[in-house]
Each structure stands twice: as structure tokens, then as C-alpha cells.
């Protein structure tokens, strides 16, 4: 139960710093109110997003490196990630509170969940009967 709250935990410290970095991104984009353009859009918020989404899951899974039961591994991996989204789409940083940049919000969540998954089970499966790399 510990590695599994230093997960969260170590999850929640790169959201924090990670959705800090967006907003102040974000909020250096616009000037004046103005809406972002697509490209400031895509290298301010998507961009960082899925980057910040790989990473927590990345860095919960090398806290939590104990892969005996799958389930409680997932739980422990993507719960914070699970939660920065529904926080994402009720809060939205870039001002844009439609459907649309809901939907695109969570498909990147999902996609940066799936790529640290991807990377965590590949550092994991390094050496199996030391538990991985990690």
C-alpha cells in the first residue's frame, strides 16, 4: 500500500509541475484575451499535455514496481492520470469549454496514458526476476 501511495503521489508531483508549465504557457500565449492559434494550440497545450500524461504514468509505474497482481499495477499506475483528465474537462486551461476540446483533451489523456504504459512495461520486462529495470 505504501509504493502504491508514493505512486500517486509521485504522479501527482508531475502533474502539478507538469499542469503549472501548461498554464503558464497557455496564459503567455493569448495576450489580451485573444484566442490561440492552432499551431500555439498544438505546441502550448496538446503537445505538453501528452507529455505530461506519459510521465505520470511513467513515473508511477517506477515507484510502484511491484507487478505480482496486474490490477492493483493499473490501479496504482493510472489512477492519477484518470483523475487529471476528469479535472482537464471540467476545468479547461485554455479557455475553450466546448465539446470538441473536451473530446481532444481526453483522446490525448488516453494516448499519453497508453504511451506510459508502453514505456513502463517495457522498462518493466527488462529483467523479470529482478522485477524489471526498475
Keep these: ?11 501527482l508531483a508531475v502533474w502539478l509541475l507538469g499542469f503549472s ?6 496564459a503567455g500565449a ?7 492559434s492552432d ?4 505546441l ?6 501528452l507529455l505530461v500524461s506519459v510521465s505520470m504514468v ?14 492493483r499495477w493499473l490501479a496504482s499506475v493510472l489512477a492519477v492520470p484518470l483523475l487529471a483528465v476528469l479535472a482537464g474537462v ?23 496514458a497508453a504511451g506510459g504504459l508502453a514505456v513502463a512495461a517495457l522498462f518493466g520486462a527488462g529483467r523479470e526476476e529482478l522485477g524489471g529495470y526498475w
Excluded: F, H, K
Excluded at 502550448?44 to 499535455?49: A, E, I, K, Q, S
Excluded at 469549454?97 to 488516453?110: I, P
Design 1 to 11: 500500500m505504501v509504493r502504491v501511495l508514493g505512486a500517486w503521489g509521485a504522479a
Design 58 to 71: 511513467v513515473v508511477a509505474g517506477a515507484v510502484q514496481r511491484d507487478r505480482t497482481r496486474r490490477a
Design 90 to 112: 471540467a476545468a479547461p486551461v485554455g479557455g475553450d469549454a466546448d465539446a470538441l476540446s473536451s473530446v481532444l483533451y481526453v483522446a490525448e489523456g488516453v494516448a499519453g
Design 44 to 49: 502550448r497545450l496538446n503537445l505538453p499535455w
Design 21 to 26: 508549465i501548461v498554464a503558464r504557457l497557455a
Design 39 to 42: 499551431l500555439d494550440r498544438i
Design 30 to 36: 493569448g495576450g489580451g484575451g485573444e484566442p490561440l
